[in-house]
Nanobody, 121 residues
Framework: QVQVVESGGGLVQPGGSLRLSCAAS????????MGWYRQAPGKQRELVAT?????????NYVDSVKGRFTISRDNAKNTVYLQMNSLKPEDTAVYYC?????????????WGQGTQVTVSS
């Protein structure tokens, strides 16, 4: 079995920072791309950031977080991070981690349970 577990959400004031973590564990054959989605109340789930596997990992961000959020990964720990700076109220959402994992005969996406990020004064 494979588990993907997020941590690091919470309440922060506008302009503040948070760091989300997401660790994959279990019967992992190989870990490919990892990333974060978010879903705000009444809105569709939005892809926030992704990072590919391998040293150096190529990254991509949704325009609204460019320059404020940084995605990184520690391949030795099967962990991906999302450093969020200069947070805005519109960043409030449940953040979901995903990991593309080869754990059997195919490569499938695995999801975390979500972590709430609330930006409010």
């Amino acid at each position: 079995q494979v588990q993907v577990v997020e941590s690091g959400g919470g309440l922060v004031q506008p302009g503040g920072s948070l760091r989300l973590s997401c660790a994959a564990s279990g019967s992992i054959g190989r870990l490919y791309a990892m990333g974060w989605y978010r879903q705000a109340p009444g809105k569709q789930r939005e892809l926030v950031a992704t990072i590919t596997s391998g040293s150096g990992g190529s990254t991509n961000y949704v325009d609204s977080v460019k320059g404020r959020f940084t995605i990184s990964r520690d391949n030795a720990k099967n962990t991906v991070y999302l450093q969020m700076n200069s947070l805005k109220p519109e960043d409030t959402a449940v953040y979901y981690c995903f990991a593309q994992i080869h754990a059997g005969l195919s490569i499938d996406p695995y999801w975390g349970q979500g972590t709430q990020v609330t930006v409010s004064s």
